[in-house]
Protein backbone atom coordinates (compact mmCIF):
# COMPACT_ATOMS: atom_id res chain seq x y z
CA UNK A 1 0.00 0.00 0.00
CA UNK A 2 1.27 3.47 -1.01
CA UNK A 3 1.46 5.63 1.94
CA UNK A 4 -0.46 9.12 1.56
CA UNK A 5 1.67 12.59 2.47
CA UNK A 6 -1.50 14.04 3.91
CA UNK A 7 -5.73 12.67 5.00
CA UNK A 8 -8.40 13.90 5.21
CA UNK A 9 -11.08 14.54 8.07
CA UNK A 10 -14.68 15.67 7.47
CA UNK A 11 -15.58 17.26 5.02
CA UNK A 12 -13.09 19.62 3.92
CA UNK A 13 -10.21 19.40 6.26
CA UNK A 14 -6.62 18.38 4.80
CA UNK A 15 -3.89 17.37 6.96
CA UNK A 16 -0.42 17.63 6.11
CA UNK A 17 1.45 14.87 7.29
CA UNK A 18 5.12 14.55 5.94
CA UNK A 19 7.69 17.63 6.26
CA UNK A 20 9.73 16.80 3.35
CA UNK A 21 6.75 16.70 0.55
CA UNK A 22 4.95 19.88 -0.76
CA UNK A 23 1.52 19.63 -1.47
CA UNK A 24 -0.04 21.34 -4.25
CA UNK A 25 -3.94 21.37 -3.86
CA UNK A 26 -5.65 22.00 -7.04
CA UNK A 27 -9.43 22.92 -6.73
CA UNK A 28 -11.37 22.70 -9.91
CA UNK A 29 -10.82 26.50 -12.04
CA UNK A 30 -9.14 28.24 -8.46
CA UNK A 31 -5.58 29.32 -7.84
CA UNK A 32 -3.33 26.67 -6.59
CA UNK A 33 -2.36 26.16 -3.68
CA UNK A 34 0.86 24.76 -2.43
CA UNK A 35 1.26 23.66 1.46
CA UNK A 36 4.54 23.35 2.82
CA UNK A 37 6.23 22.60 6.05
CA UNK A 38 7.13 26.59 6.33
CA UNK A 39 2.85 27.30 5.77
CA UNK A 40 0.38 27.72 2.67
CA UNK A 41 0.53 30.25 0.04
CA UNK A 42 -0.37 30.16 -3.75
CA UNK A 43 1.06 28.69 -5.55
CA UNK A 44 2.50 30.15 -9.13
CA UNK A 45 4.50 27.16 -10.78
CA UNK A 46 4.18 24.65 -13.01
CA UNK A 47 1.74 22.07 -12.38
CA UNK A 48 3.26 18.26 -12.26
CA UNK A 49 1.79 15.91 -15.07
CA UNK A 50 2.78 12.87 -13.94
CA UNK A 51 3.02 11.60 -10.35
CA UNK A 52 6.95 10.73 -10.19
CA UNK A 53 7.30 14.45 -11.88
CA UNK A 54 5.90 15.50 -8.73
CA UNK A 55 8.09 12.72 -6.45
CA UNK A 56 11.26 14.15 -8.13
CA UNK A 57 10.03 17.92 -6.90
CA UNK A 58 8.90 16.19 -3.29
CA UNK A 59 5.38 17.15 -4.55
CA UNK A 60 2.36 15.37 -4.32
CA UNK A 61 -0.42 16.93 -6.54
CA UNK A 62 -4.19 17.16 -4.38
CA UNK A 63 -7.32 17.50 -6.88
CA UNK A 64 -9.92 18.24 -4.34
CA UNK A 65 -12.37 17.46 -6.40
CA UNK A 66 -11.47 13.46 -7.01
CA UNK A 67 -12.92 10.87 -5.45
CA UNK A 68 -10.79 9.48 -3.25
CA UNK A 69 -10.37 13.23 -1.79
CA UNK A 70 -13.63 14.95 -0.98
CA UNK A 71 -15.46 14.17 -4.65
CA UNK A 72 -16.40 17.37 -5.16
CA UNK A 73 -14.65 21.35 -5.62
CA UNK A 74 -15.24 22.99 -2.56
CA UNK A 75 -15.62 26.86 -1.33
CA UNK A 76 -14.20 25.98 1.97
CA UNK A 77 -11.11 23.64 2.82
CA UNK A 78 -9.15 23.72 6.65
CA UNK A 79 -5.78 22.90 6.23
CA UNK A 80 -3.98 21.51 9.39
CA UNK A 81 -0.23 22.44 8.38
CA UNK A 82 3.06 21.44 9.72
CA UNK A 83 4.13 24.95 11.44
CA UNK A 84 1.28 23.96 13.82
CA UNK A 85 -1.85 26.25 12.20
CA UNK A 86 -4.28 25.65 10.64
CA UNK A 87 -5.67 27.55 8.02
CA UNK A 88 -8.97 28.42 6.22
CA UNK A 89 -8.89 28.61 2.00
CA UNK A 90 -12.07 30.33 1.08
CA UNK A 91 -12.34 30.03 -2.52
CA UNK A 92 -14.95 32.86 -2.59
CA UNK A 93 -12.52 35.55 -1.21
CA UNK A 94 -9.75 34.71 -4.25
CA UNK A 95 -7.70 37.32 -4.89
CA UNK A 96 -8.08 39.13 -1.88
CA UNK A 97 -6.27 39.12 1.33
CA UNK A 98 -8.71 36.80 3.06
CA UNK A 99 -8.18 34.13 0.71
CA UNK A 100 -5.85 32.05 2.90
CA UNK A 101 -6.01 32.97 6.71
CA UNK A 102 -4.72 31.33 9.68
CA UNK A 103 -7.74 29.82 11.36
CA UNK A 104 -5.99 28.90 14.71
CA UNK A 105 -2.49 29.56 15.98
CA UNK A 106 -2.10 25.97 17.32
CA UNK A 107 -4.44 22.87 16.65
CA UNK A 108 -2.30 20.90 19.08
Known amino acids: MNEKNFITSGRNTLIHKVRKIDLIVLNGPATPVVISHR ?13 SEAKKNYQEVVDLGAIEIFGEEKKLVFVQALDNKEYKIDYTKEGSASFIKVHQDSYL
Request: aromatic share 8%; hydrophobic share 15%; proline share 15%.
Open 39 to 51: GIEPYSGDIPRKK
